[in-house]
């Protein structure tokens, strides 16, 4: 039952570049998105979040835009660095029903020099 | 203010054995997730849990699994018989209430030899 989805297994940007990953969700009833960071061996680190309320929210290099009629999210990166290689992962969750948190499968950044 | 933490980080079992895996919530946090990464996956969620009482299980295997969160201690996951299948990494994270960011532990590497 994959209610989060995120289609690219990889993408590869060159430094400096934007980096965009997608994520798609199919459960109505999520109303608040997250992107975690994950490095090998590590565990994931909360990247950015966005509510149902909001259509973008921002941080520093990053920005989280979220369009609730396609059911769509993305995370956009700007300028990538190479620091920035690591797989993403999106997750959603239903604040008014239990809360627990889904994730795609992740999309590997591999940001090029 | 130490972060989730997971223990052990690396565990070996033999087929049949059980595993049991320990996650620490952050000071404060009463919502404990636990998630399951195979080779080359994304996270798929297990299981979600407040103070003494399970909230959401649907992702864990009906057989062998079991999982709890008690008054006082840390979050126990606990696989039965282990089979080689469930060589993973497990990752726990927790959060301070509903609709709020959730942080991971760094994972317990499981390997069923």
Partial sequence: DQQVKQNSPSLSVQEGRISILNCDYTNS????????????????????????????NEDGRFTVFLNKSAKHLSLHIVPSQ?????????????????????FGA??????KP | NAGVMQNPRHLVRRRGQEARL???????HSHVYW??????????FMVYLQKENIIDESGMPKERFSAEFPKEGPSIL??????RGDSAAYFCASSPGTGLVAFFGQGTRLTVV
């Avoid at chain 1, 009833?29 to 973008?56: C, H, N, R, V």
């Avoid at chain 1, 190479?82 to 889904?102: E, I, K, L, Q, T």
């Avoid at chain 2, 320990?22 to 404060?28: E, F, N, Y």
């Fill in chain 2, 22 to 28: 320990r996650c620490s919530p952050m000071k404060g």
């Fill in chain 1, 106 to 111: 992740g999309t590997r950044l591999t940001v």
């Fill in chain 1, 29 to 56: 009833m999520f109303d608040y998105f997250l992107w975690y960071k994950k490095y090998p061996a590590e565990g994931p680190t909360f990247l950015i979040s966005i509510s149902s309320i909001k259509d973008k």
């Fill in chain 2, 35 to 44: 998630y399951r990464q195979l080779p080359e996956e994304g996270l798929k």
């Fill in chain 2, 78 to 83: 606990r696989i039965q018989q282990v089979v």
């Fill in chain 1, 82 to 102: 190479p620091g920035d290689s690591a797989v993403y992962f999106c997750a959603a969750s239903a604040r008014n029903n239990n809360n627990d948190m889904r």
